[in-house]
Structure formats: structure tokens, C-alpha cells
């Protein structure tokens, strides 16, 4: 997911005459190496929830969503609350970020708006923006003369399964739905 999500927004940072990427860097062009890092952020962000948090049942994908919606809060979390992930990551030698001392703050250029949980967004690179997956819903109407088993209403769910079959199957990764 990781993978697709950023070759579509770094199609926008391409020459339009040559293809290639443009090189970015924050004294060359400020605004836009802000932007493909806010791209970079939010792309990974999106295909962490994705991939790894909606593979599981839905007990386990509100239990993911809890966690990240806590460690994103408060890092301190893991140690109190999540014991189990605590002693893992005692076990590896981790270290918890300083985000007083570290060029990097710990907060999101642009974070996700949440409803429910993560599950409700979705990362549109072209735009560089967060949007509900109901706003992604095409118009709808119904012909008079269509047979009831021929009717299939756009939901939450067929949005969802759209996006990852269009962003995908371009890049040639294989798709189970």
C-alpha cells in the first residue's frame, strides 16, 4: 500500500517535460519539500492502518485503532497501559523518542481527522489531503426500470474496496478482497 500511495504523490513532483523527479530540498523550494514530507507522513501513516491494523477481526482492528489513537496522544502510554508491547520493546533495546531534544516534534503535519477511529479516512495523495471515505461516494441514483438483484448501492465498504483495487492493480500488486 506503502509503495502505491507514494508513487502516486510523487507523480506530482515530476517534470513535466523530462518525468523525472524534482530533487526538494527545504532551501531550494520550502514549500513544496514541506509538502511531499507532509505526502510522506500521511501515505505512511494511512498504510500502517491499512495494512497492518485492518488485517485483523473488528475486535482487533478497534484495539489497533485504540492504540495508536493513545500512543499518538501520550508515548508515556505504552509503559502503563500496554505492558505486553512494554516488555517487547524492553526486550530490543528500545528507546522512547525525546521530542524535546530531537529535531523532530513528534506531531503530524497534518493529522487525520477521526470520527470513530483511523479507519474512517482516507490518505488522497493527488490532493494532499485527508478525506471520509463517504465523501469519496459517487452520486447515486437508482434507474426505475433496474431489477431489484441488479441494485448496488455505494457504501463506506465499496469506496473502500474501490480505492485499494484503483491503487493497486496500477502498480501490479496482487488484491484480495
Known sequence: ILESMLAKAFGKFKNAE???????????????????????????FFSLVWSI??????????????FLENYLANVDCIESNYIGVWNLLLMRHWKKPDFLTSPVKGMFALPMPMKSDYYDCVYVAEDSKWKMWADMLPSFTIPADTQFSNIVVPNNYTAQFSYMIELLVPQKKHVLM
Do not use: V, Y
Open 53 to 66: 491494523g485492518k488485517s485483523g477481526t473488528s475486535d482487533a482492528q478497534m484495539k489497533f485503532s485504540n
Open 18 to 44: 523530462t518525468g523525472a523527479d524534482e530533487e526538494l530540498t527545504p532551501e531550494k523550494d520550502s514549500k513544496k519539500f514541506k509538502q511531499r514530507m507532509q505526502d510522506i507522513e500521511c501515505c505512511f
